[in-house]
């Protein structure tokens, strides 16, 4: 949950206090930031004077233990294994504020729309030079991190696809749902991508959390890493539901994850594709699931945008793969009407 307005305004005065120790001088304006899906607040501060122009502010729903925050523990495992992450000014963990290095306005998904495969090509290789140095560190780093402990599972999955149903199938469709029927289908999806080989994934490694900021490419929104199928950051990156990269797009970046990681992983590329296929169709119903409940539970509109993309997407995979045809026919009349 949010903080309320009296709380992130006591979080606001909190955020000032710590910069001004910071950096010194004026904090100069602050001006709250547009989140995403999550429970966390976000604002600008300027510093007048100070170290540094700006800064950014992240507001969590609660007070924290900087040893045991999530999102602290992954930058400090992602920094270490140099992948760019935002630097952690200072932390103020009574009022759960965190003072964030300022990465600029302009996503990964900004630049495709910007300038398409010319412009944001060559930030996608970047971001999947990333995706292969957090796959490839070592698994156990001295002290372990929370990341490399937690792991996706197939209940885990399972109820991530249960979700979907509740909110998009039912909520938003209201339409009727075989439960029974439906969760026979889920686990046998969601027991075969976790037979893929696991490594650490981002596990949101989409266009609108990776940053461009002079044509270095940073990754945020990265506090619920964990270990999972290798092609999971792939899934989400090459069939993300804010960006339509097209086939041959899509395709390169299959390619280069081949060649980078795959073939080290996969027996051929038949098992490598499957692989793929499978990952996406779960990240994908998924993503439908979060728009759904972003509607019916926080009043989000704009999320539903983005579900006839994702919905496509998802017909595509069954399509180019027909591996998953009885998931396929217990989804269709869904899929289809949410396409209406």
């Not at 937690?150 to 509740?166: G, Q, Y």
């Not at 490594?199 to 270095?216: F, I, K, Q």
């Not at 964990?226 to 899934?235: E, K, Q, S």
């Amino acid at each position: 949950m949010k903080a309320s307005l009296t709380e992130q305004t006591r979080a606001h005065e909190r955020l000032k206090t710590l910069a001004r120790a910071h950096f010194g001088g004026v904090v100069s304006s602050l001006t709250p930031i547009a989140g995403d899906a999550s429970t966390r607040d976000y604002a600008r501060l300027t510093h007048a004077d100070g170290a540094c122009p700006s800064s950014i502010g992240m507001i969590m729903p609660e007070p924290f233990s900087k040893e045991t925050l999530p999102f602290i523990d992954v930058q400090t495992h992602f920094k270490k294994i140099g992948v760019k992450v935002p630097e952690i000014y200072a932390v103020d963990e009574d009022a759960g504020v965190i003072l964030l290095e300022d990465c600029g306005d302009e996503s990964l998904e900004d630049a495709w729309r910007g300038g398409g495969w010319e412009e944001a090509g060559p930030h996608y290789d970047a971001a999947m030079d990333m995706m292969a140095a957090i796959q490839e560190a070592p698994s156990a780093p001295a002290g372990g991190r929370i990341a490399l402990t937690r792991r996706f599972d197939p209940e885990f999955f399972t109820n991530e696809l249960h979700h979907t149903r509740k909110y998009a199938f039912e909520s938003l469709l209201g339409m009727d749902t075989d439960e029974r029927a439906l969760d026979a289908a889920f686990r046998k999806l969601c027991e075969e991508i976790c037979r893929i080989p696991f490594r650490l994934t981002h596990r949101d490694y989409h266009s609108r959390n990776l940053m461009v900021l002079d044509e270095a490419v940073i990754a945020i929104d990265f506090q619920d890493a964990r270990m999972g199928p290798a092609t999971y950051d792939l899934a989400s990156l090459a069939f993300d539901s804010y960006v339509d990269l097209g086939d041959s797009a899509r395709e390169y970046l299959t390619a280069r994850y081949w060649e980078t990681c795959g073939h080290r992983l996969f027996s051929d590329k038949e098992e490598y594709e499957r692989a793929l296929r499978a990952t996406a169709i779960q990240r994908n119903l998924k993503a439908i699931g979060t728009f759904a409940y972003q509607k019916a539970v926080r009043g989000a509109e704009r999320y539903l945008a983005s579900i006839p993309h994702t919905v496509r997407m998802v017909r595509a995979h069954f399509e180019k793969r027909r591996y998953f045809g009885p998931l396929q026919a217990s989804l269709e009349h869904f899929l289809d009407a949410l396409l209406k």
